[in-house]
């Protein structure tokens, strides 16, 4: 339990480093995994939602930084 606490802890501050950061990239990764998984959750497949999410996020938040 104090594991699983200590890594969601780790994974939000990391999260938000990279919006204040601006790295549109890993912000759109890590943003697509979440919500990829949440919805993954809901179809029974969570794995498999995070890494599609993670994919899609990322190369949303490559084109974001490419354009602005």
Request: with cysteine.
């Amino acid at each position: 339990m104090i594991k699983t606490r200590v890594m969601r802890m780790l994974a939000g501050l990391t999260l938000i480093a990279m919006v204040t950061a601006g790295c549109g990239t890993m912000t759109g990764a890590a943003v697509g995994a979440g919500s990829g998984a949440a919805i993954g959750a809901g179809t029974g497949n969570t794995k498999k939602g995070a890494l599609i999410g993670t994919g899609v996020g990322a190369a949303a938040g490559a084109i974001y930084d490419v354009t602005h």
